[in-house]
Nanobody, 118 residues
């Protein structure tokens, strides 16, 4: 019912930047949290950043100061600007939408690969 489509991943050198986008479509309740998780090989999926529909962001300690999350509620789109990328940022990045009111459900994108390598 809700689809999340990510774009913007790719290969970048250390110190470089990427911007991820995730567009949600379908039956989306306006009060929600959208964000990004990532999963590296052999690691658990971890929250990178999230942002409420009211614009309140949260960041993992490892990305604070380097990444910036934003959203366009009119487009149901969330962005992740990633700067000063490090090899440790290499992972599959998954877009997430969590309905925060009424029936609480989560939706996931298919993932987009981010590789930071020299």
């Amino acid at each position: 019912q809700v689809q999340l489509v990510e774009s913007g991943g790719g290969l970048v050198q250390p110190g470089g930047s990427l911007r991820l986008s995730c567009a949600a479509s379908g039956n989306i309740f306006s009060i929600n949290t959208m964000g990004w998780y990532r999963q590296a090989p052999g690691k658990q999926r971890e929250l990178v950043a999230g942002i409420t529909s009211g614009g309140i962001p949260n960041y993992a300690d490892s990305v604070t100061g380097r990444f910036a999350i934003s959203r366009d509620n009119a487009k149901n789109t969330v962005y992740l600007q990633m700067n000063s990328l490090e090899p440790e940022d290499t992972a599959v990045y998954y877009c997430n939408l969590r309905q925060d009111r009424f029936r609480k459900v989560e939706y996931w994108g298919q993932g987009t690969q981010v590789t930071v390598s020299s």
